[in-house]
């Protein structure tokens, strides 16, 4: 069956399926001819400095925690020092199993990656070569992580901006290995994992096939990974990365994937800052097979972006009322969007 014959009248509200995380988010196109009395200008631009002697995560500077970082001029990894979850034997929790009432202990490595050395940068900014050494960062702690049998997943994110929490600008990430699969990888395993057992192909392969073939949520791609809106696209200016080969992994990535990763997530991050002519904010994150032990042939390595700009560098989409009570809701089609994203300039400030 064809797309045009399954999709509804895009004009009109809708609901639309994620099969990813067999939800749904409702779709009102109607509402962007609303009222707006919202802020819509655009703030002053950061001053922009190489290095910031508060900074803690610039080279040479004391860290909150006491320890001292090197003069390095690369990439730069430890262990974040206010860590989320520890390492170590997990503890029993004292108390009988219950339905209602249940706690289990958690452990794990949690640990932060400084892209680059100024403070100015993001990932937008930095030369490719320089975010290939980033990817390449990430590879090399998901298999040593992921390595670990007290590890069961590696999660890699960014969050980008004072709007989304970050709590300092310097370019930089977080990994959180844990000992069990957290909420969102589960979801996404056990739906590929459904979705392989009934047709005997992986999902995010089908799907980017799919999209592919209309191109109209593409929104830029290279030899071996596509960005697009994805159709169920719950933030206004989401996107999904997906490979166009078979990847589960970080640990699955040759020379030519890095360099193809680094230069699609310059590009897509160059289109973000253009939209709004700000620093996008957002919360990034990769997603990739558990590290277990287990096979997971149904896994499809892929990244997220989650930005939360709606309608100008201020103005940003809130998940309230309905949201928080029934379901997500976006007002603009993934189809607009991803035609905006689309018509950037990759040129920074284009």
Known sequence: MSSETTQPNRNRPHRRYNPLRRSWVLVSPQRTARPWQGETTKPAAPQRIAYDPSCYLCPGNKRS???????????????????????GEPESLVGEPDDLLRAEAETGICRVVCFHPDHSLTLSQMQPADIVKVVEVWQQETVELGSRPEISYVQIFENRGAMMGSSNPHPHCQIWASGHVPDEPLAETLAQREYFLKHGTTL??????????????????????????????????????????????????????????????????????????????????????????????????????????????????????????????????????????RGLSEVAGG
Not at 78 to 84: E, I, R
Not at 237 to 248: D, I, Q
């Open 204 to 341: 995010l392969d089908d799907y980017l096939k799919r999209e592919q073939q209309s191109g109209e949520r593409i929104v830029c791609e290279n030899a071996h990974f596509v960005a697009l809106v994805p159709f169920w696209a719950v933030w206004p200016f989401e996107t999904l990365v997906l490979p166009k080969s078979r990847l589960g992994s970080f640990a699955d990535f040759t020379p030519e994937h890095s360099a193809a990763l680094a230069d699609i997530l310059k590009r897509l991050t160059t289109r973000y800052d253009n939209l709004f002519q700000v620093s996008f904010p957002y919360t990034m994150g990769f997603h990739q097979r558990p590290t277990d032990g287990e096979s997971y042939p149904e896994w499809t390595f892929h990244a997220h972006f989650y930005p939360p700009l709606l309608r100008s560098a201020e103005v940003k989409k809130f998940m309230v009322g309905f949201e928080m009570l029934g379901m997500p809701q976006r007002d603009i089609t993934p189809e607009s969007a991803a035609e905006r994203l």
């Open 65 to 87: 925690g006491g320890q001292v970082n090197p003069q390095y001029d690369g990439v730069f990894v430890f262990d974040n020092d206010f860590a989320a979850l520890m390492p």
